[in-house]
């Protein structure tokens, strides 16, 4: 197995979706009423909703596949979680159930209230017309209406060529397309209109990942991580860029950090560093790794040859005793 075709097919692939399922979840430690967005990972679907004041929330008629939560509290920080929604994790009613934990640092909380107090000057050169167009690009994507959410984003970047946000929407609905030079075109529009922003240059790293630009990607991949020690998806690309570029042990210490952070991420890191053990020849390591995505992403598209390629790990080819081997020819 191949990383490159390995990551592509992770990141990109989605398994055919035969129902719709409902997400359960649960906010702990319970912190009052939060707004909660969801996000496909392999798609541009989005929603948005607010829990109850015991941290409940809940997303109805979900195709299956991997989400990302995001939990925002006014005054206390935002907390990232994937979380799988796939008919194996549901109950026999379609409903997955998940823990979102929220345990923001004090420094987080600090730095969230310090953005909220600033305001760029980018932002507020953005008309409240292009903001219009963007608001309906999100209500077109929580309707699954993608070609209608591009019309919108690109009205609004007609109005406001600065509006980052917009930039940046039309990338991420880019790459789940494939149409790589378009998103990678879109993230550094985005950059332009708001240098150093974070969505732009961790999206842009994660393109340049996989068009093989692997030394540039390294730049864009180790600021995400500078920029957010503690963003998942920021840790797993830059350790896929150090895998990409043979530095093993680099790439263990970032890949291991994404799956401390959130272990169902949609990147699988268990998959890779389950790679590096096996080149290693650590077949311990290797089967670990594979049993947990396993456990973690039993509908993956993916999910059919690890089990074959886990199965021989756990079960290698009997080396032939001397009885049993073949008799040379006379």
């Given at each position: 197995?191949?990383?490159?075709?390995?990551?592509?097919?992770?990141?990109?692939?989605?398994?055919?979706?035969?129902?719709?399922?409902?997400?359960?979840?649960?906010?702990?430690?319970?912190?009052?009423?939060?707004?909660?967005?969801?996000?496909?990972?392999?798609?541009?679907?989005?929603?948005?909703?607010?829990?109850?004041?015991?941290?409940?929330?809940?997303?109805?008629?979900?195709?299956?596949?991997?989400?990302?939560?995001?939990?925002?509290?006014?005054?206390?920080?935002?907390?990232?979680?994937?979380?799988?929604?796939?008919?194996?994790?549901a109950d026999p009613k379609g409903r997955v159930h998940a823990v979102i934990p929220f345990n923001p640092s004090p420094v987080s909380a600090g730095r969230l209230a310090a953005r909220r107090n600033?305001?760029?000057?980018?932002?507020?050169?953005?008309?409240?017309?292009?903001?219009?167009?963007?608001?309906?690009?999100?209500?077109?994507?929580?309707?699954?209406?993608?070609?209608?959410?591009?019309?919108?984003?690109?009205?609004?970047?007609?109005?406001?060529?600065?509006?980052?946000?917009?930039?940046?929407?039309?990338?991420?609905?880019?790459?789940?397309?494939?149409?790589?030079?378009?998103?990678?075109?879109?993230?550094?529009?985005?950059?332009?209109?708001?240098?150093?922003?974070?969505?732009?240059?961790?999206?842009?790293?994660?393109?340049?990942?996989?068009?093989?630009?692997?030394?540039?990607?390294?730049?864009?991949?180790?600021?995400?991580?500078?920029?957010?020690?503690?963003?998942?998806?920021?840790?797993?690309?830059?350790?896929?860029?150090?895998?990409?570029?043979?530095?093993?042990?680099?790439?263990?210490?970032?890949?291991?950090?994404?799956?401390?952070?959130?272990?169902?991420?949609?990147?699988?890191?268990?998959?890779?560093?389950?790679?590096?053990?096996?080149?290693?020849?650590?077949?311990?390591?290797?089967?670990?790794?594979?049993?947990?995505?396993?456990a973690l992403h039993p509908d993956s598209p993916e999910a059919p040859k690890v089990r074959g390629f886990l199965e021989r790990l756990l079960n290698p080819p009997r080396p032939a005793t001397q009885?049993?081997?073949?008799?040379?020819?006379?």
């Amino acid at each position: 197995m191949r990383a490159r075709t390995i990551l592509l097919l992770l990141t990109l692939s989605a398994g055919a979706a035969e129902q719709t399922l409902e997400l359960r979840g649960q906010i702990e430690p319970a912190p009052g009423k939060a707004a909660v967005t969801l996000d496909a990972a392999l798609g541009s679907f989005t929603a948005s909703t607010i829990s109850d004041a015991r941290g409940r929330f809940k997303f109805k008629k979900l195709q299956p596949g991997p989400y990302s939560v995001t939990v925002f509290i006014a005054g206390a920080g935002v907390s990232r979680r994937t979380v799988e929604v796939t008919p194996s994790l549901a109950d026999p009613k379609g409903r997955v159930h998940a823990v979102i934990p929220f345990n923001p640092s004090p420094v987080s909380a600090g730095r969230l209230a310090a953005r909220r107090n600033t305001v760029s000057v980018g932002d507020l050169a953005i008309p409240d017309r292009a903001k219009r167009e963007y608001d309906e690009a999100q209500q077109k994507l929580g309707g699954n209406d993608v070609e209608g959410a591009i019309r919108h984003l690109k009205r609004a970047v007609e109005i406001a060529p600065g509006y980052m946000m917009a930039w940046n929407n039309l990338g991420t609905i880019a790459y789940h397309a494939r149409r790589f030079e378009d998103a990678e075109t879109y993230f550094r529009k985005a950059l332009e209109a708001r240098p150093g922003a974070f969505p732009p240059a961790v999206n842009l790293g994660g393109v340049l990942l996989y068009t093989g630009k692997h030394e540039e990607a390294l730049k864009f991949n180790k600021y995400a991580v500078e920029t957010r020690p503690r963003d998942a998806l920021a840790n797993s690309q830059l350790g896929m860029t150090y895998f990409l570029l043979n530095q093993d042990d680099e790439a263990l210490r970032y890949l291991n950090a994404a799956r401390e952070l959130d272990p169902s991420h949609f990147s699988s890191p268990q998959l890779l560093m389950a790679e590096i053990h096996i080149r290693r020849r650590d077949r311990v390591l290797a089967i670990k790794e594979l049993k947990e995505f396993l456990a973690l992403h039993p509908d993956s598209p993916e999910a059919p040859k690890v089990r074959g390629f886990l199965e021989r790990l756990l079960n290698p080819p009997r080396p032939a005793t001397q009885a049993e081997a073949p008799s040379p020819a006379p």
